[in-house]
């Protein structure tokens, strides 16, 4: 049986006055991710308007051992994680979920 997409969603706060790099950072790594890793079905970066420091991903998985797994043994992701501690002022918080309802309107 084919496991449903798991979605993670991954809190960043920026240093402060890093806040643009991080955006950059995070954004270079998404196109990449997206463009590389077939088990990546998506990603979505918010900031927070009161403080744009606060940054959220929405992720979309094909499952969290795709995530946990080849994900984190790529290039790409090995250099960001290399990078982070520049603009970020912590370890990010990651979470995983699972989709128990939707209603949206076409």
């Known amino acids: 049986m084919e496991s449903a997409p798991v979605t993670v969603l991954i809190r960043y706060q920026a240093s402060q006055g890093k806040e643009g790099d991080a955006v950059t950072l995070l954004s270079e790594l998404i196109a990449t991710v997206v463009r590389e890793e077939p088990d990546c079905l998506g990603i979505e970066l918010f900031t927070y308007d009161a403080d744009p420091g606060r940054i959220l991903l929405n992720e979309t998985w094909t499952s969290r051992e795709a995530y946990l797994g080849p994900h984190f043994q790529t290039p790409h992701l090995k250099a960001f994680i290399e990078a982070a501690s520049a603009v970020f ?18």
């Open 89 to 106: 002022a912590d370890a990010p918080d990651i979470s995983f979920w699972e989709l128990r309802a939707a209603v949206r309107r076409d």
